[in-house]
């Protein structure tokens, strides 16, 4: 009893099953045909006339909001203008 065994088992359950729910598909449809059979005899057919679907408006794009493009000051931070770093400078010496 191998593999190719509980293949035949598994597609003899299957068509079982199908069958199965074959049948209740068509009993179902048939006591259904028989109550809406009696009831669509007593209406009598009328059209319908056809209606235009009325027209949709265009669909309106919204523009994305874009953040502001960052400034060299956020980045970098402030510059400073007033108070320069002092340089080393070289003093005079008297030479005499």
């Known amino acids: 009893m191998g593999k190719q065994y ?3 088992i598994k ?9 199965r729910q074959k049948a209740a598909i ?13 009831a669509t005899a007593a209406k009598p ?3 319908k006339a056809a209606t235009k679907a009325a027209s949709k408006p265009a669909p309106k794009v919204a523009k994305k ?7 060299p ?3 970098l931070g402030p510059e ?7 340089a080393e400078k070289p003093e ?3 030479e005499s």
């Open 11 to 19: 597609r003899r359950r299957r068509t079982a099953y199908l069958a």
């Open 80 to 86: 400073v203008v007033g108070a320069d770093i002092p």
């Open 73 to 75: 000051d956020d980045v």
């Open 26 to 38: 068509l009993t179902e449809k048939s006591t259904a045909v028989k109550k809406s059979s009696k």
């Open 92 to 94: 005079k010496t008297p």
């Open 6 to 8: 509980n293949k035949l």
């Open 65 to 71: 909001e874009v953040a502001e493009k960052a400034k």
């Open 45 to 47: 057919a009328t059209r």
